[in-house]
């Protein structure tokens, strides 16, 4: 054979070297030597007994020989996975090792398996093997194949796990009866694919597996495929063309001889089921559907129990927590493009009952608000009452200028890392250089976009009740998304607010206001007395008297100038958990993935005591604190399911606009 490196039959040479054909146990050495030796030496009239029968002291029996080759325990038995046609030829050169000349060789060999060879190169040197059938060339890096150096009596061609990128080099001369054709894993791409799978050029196929490429387009790959009138079986699965709902229905329905779709038997209740739907090819709506829900999170730490209780002039703290995860992104742009930098948003606390929301990357810090803000969500039950409490306190004081607005990203268990920040932050500018060292974890991928859940308050088991929809058409990345998985966070997050001290009205307000109530009392007290003359002389009095102390408590308070408004510092987020979920089953056909997110126990013997004793006061609860503690690791339950149609009736509710 030719030399070269990285060819096919390089690749061959190289194997028949390491099977050690002329080497001890096998060939024609010492050891195995006196039987081939020419038939015509021998002594004179045949007077004593031939050389070849009678062997020498240094030879091994047949036998023996063959022991060695075939005992697992031998150290000359061929390795584990060789092939039949290996330990094949090991014995013919031990039984007859003349005979393992070149042309033998070539003519023998019926089936060749060059795998994992690093080979890039199918050279023409295959054409002298006039009886080869089956060619294996799986996991190499072959790019490009030369169709006129294939063997025409080729019936099986696999090129699995190769780095091809297009079908059109293999229809240049393609074996006229190849009946099978495996292209699976490699890089085929684009529309143009399905031009080359035709009767034209494989008018014998039986078989064929293009699974886990590129291929997007089913129509017009459906329609090349009904041409092949001998195909069975085929294998589309893990190509984004496979995540469409109507993906199975639509081929069976098309392709009526076909028996065997992605290793699954096409049933004649699948054929009945999807007819007709092979007519409706261009309403079709070429996209992916798919379900996420997020349950219940569990063995979440109770923040609140290890802070210290506010003061009349706050802060007044709230927890809430929420899961993120990223999901790529339509081509309309679903949702919104963060490109991995936070987005400048800070979300009130959503009711119970609102409707799931995307949610930003991570709400960074936003600008200090100029004007003081509204009461918000966030603030929640405990900052109202604290806030009540304190416009029955004392005078006022403003809020102390000297606390600062901060955001922290805290890793929990293992580190605590956070980032604090100076109390005036007032552009824009001065945010965005904050991103940089925001925790990656609150950050979507390239390509992604990053989605929430609705904020909850604290509770031992979170419910989230979220279920999103999410409708790609752009499939291509959905595949690339789907080998790469999706990363699932819980975060904390802690917002601390400040109650809004309104400036002292003018002390004349009051006086002004008082005399014309006066005025305004007396000329009803006058009216009264008229219309009511029974009525006593302390009646009279006791009413005034309530109604002068309701004014000055009321007057009291304006003085006093305690609104209930507050401002809110920028939210301080904490990932609590993060990790990947695998999401490749649903590329391989599965339709859902179910699984329970484990991120490790994060709760504490001191926070849950601290919670308990807490509860209990409120709920009066009678059980004791266990002694045998046992906290609950932190899980969420995240669930992910592809749409896939039962029918053509469910197929053709979503058709084309």
């Known amino acids: 054979m030719e030399e070269g490196g990285g060819t096919v039959s390089a690749a061959v040479r190289e194997h028949l070297r390491q099977l050690c054909l002329q080497e001890f ?20 009239r045949e007077l004593v ?4 029968e009678a062997g020498g002291p240094a030879e091994e029996t047949v036998e023996d020989l063959l022991g060695l080759v075939c005992s697992p325990q031998s150290p000359w038995a061929l390795l584990e996975g060789s092939s039949a046609e290996d330990l094949f030829l090991r014995q013919l050169a031990i039984r007859k090792p003349q005979m393992l000349k070149e042309d033998f060789l070539y003519s023998y060999f019926r089936s060749l398996q060059v795998v994992d060879k690093e080979v890039s190169l199918v050279d023409k040197d295959l054409l002298k093997f006039p009886k080869l059938e ?30 091809i990128t297009s079908m059109k080099c293999l229809c240049a001369h393609p074996p006229p009866g190849l009946q099978h054709l495996g292209l699976g894993h490699n890089k085929l791409l684009g529309p143009l694919q399905s031009m080359y799978i035709t009767s034209q050029y494989w008018p014998n196929l039986v078989s064929l597996d293009l699974g886990f490429n590129d291929l997007t387009d089913l129509q017009g790959m459906v329609a090349s495929l009904s041409t092949l009138q001998r195909l069975r079986l085929l294998v589309l699965q893990g190509n984004p063309l496979a995540l469409v709902p109507y993906y199975r229905g639509f081929t069976i329905d098309s392709l009526a001889r076909l028996c065997v779709l992605d290793d699954i038997t096409v049933s ?3 054929k009945h089921q999807f007819q007709g739907l ?13 379900v996420v829900t ?3 999170i569990r063995g979440v730490l109770d923040s609140s129990v290890l802070d210290p209780e506010p003061g009349p002039q706050g802060p007044f703290i709230t927890y809430s927590y929420y899961v993120t995860y990223d ?12 490109g991995g930098v936070l987005a400048e948003i800070v979300k ?4 119970e009952n609102e409707a799931p929301e995307e949610a930003p990357a991570a709400p960074a810090a936003p600008a200090a608000p100029a004007a003081p803000a509204a009461p918000a969500g966030p603030a929640g039950p405990a900052a109202s009452d604290t806030l009540e409490e304190a416009e029955d306190s004392a005078e006022a004081e403003s809020a102390p200028s000297s606390a600062s607005q901060s955001v922290e990203l805290e890793e929990s268990g293992v580190s605590g890392g956070s980032l604090s920040l100076p109390g005036s932050l007032g552009s824009a500018e001065e945010l965005a250089q904050l991103r940089p060292k925001i925790d990656v974890r609150l950050c979507p991928s390239p390509g992604t976009v990053l989605f929430s859940t609705v904020r909850k308050p604290w509770a031992d088991v979170i419910p989230c009740n979220y279920e999103m929809q999410h409708t790609i058409r752009d499939l291509v990345p959905l595949k690339a998304f789907l080998l790469a998985g999706t990363t699932v966070t819980i975060v904390e997050e802690k917002i601390l607010s400040w109650p809004v001290v309104s400036p002292p009205v003018d002390s004349l307000s009051p006086a002004k206001g008082k005399g014309e109530k006066e005025k305004e009392k007396k000329e009803k007290e006058e009216k009264e007395k008229e219309e009511k003359d029974k009525k006593g002389k302390d009646e009279k009095d006791k009413a005034a008297k309530g109604e002068k102390e309701k004014k000055e408590q009321k007057g009291t308070k304006k003085k006093r100038g305690v609104s209930k408004e507050f401002r809110q510092d920028p939210p301080i987020l904490r990932v609590l958990g993060s990790g990947l979920v695998v999401l490749e089953p649903l590329l391989a056909g599965d339709p859902l993935v179910s699984t329970l997110c484990m991120f490790g126990v994060i709760r504490t013997l001191e926070s849950d005591r601290l919670t308990f004793l807490r509860d209990s006061k409120t709920k009066k609860t009678k059980k004791g604190y266990e002694s045998d503690y046992h906290p609950e690791p932190l899980t969420v339950e995240v669930q992910i399911q592809v749409n896939q149609c039962r029918s053509a009736e469910e197929a053709l509710r979503n058709l084309v606009v």
Do not use: H
Request: negative net charge; charged residues 25%.
């Open 25 to 44: 146990p096998c060939g024609a050495g010492s050891w195995n030597k006196s039987r081939f030796l020419p038939q015509t030496w021998r002594t004179w």
């Open 49 to 52: 007994p031939r050389e070849e």
């Open 134 to 163: 089956e060619l294996v060339l799986s996991a190499n890096q072959i790019m490009e194949i030369d169709a006129f150096n294939l063997p025409p009596t080729l019936k099986v061609l696999e090129l699995y796990g190769n780095i």
């Open 268 to 270: 004649s209740s699948e």
């Open 278 to 290: 092979r007519y409706k090819a261009d309403v079709l709506a070429r996209e992916a559907q798919f």
């Open 294 to 296: 997020i349950g219940n």
């Open 327 to 338: 999901f790529v992104e339509d081509e309309e742009g679903e949702g919104s493009e963060y």
């Open 348 to 351: 009130p606390t959503p009711s």
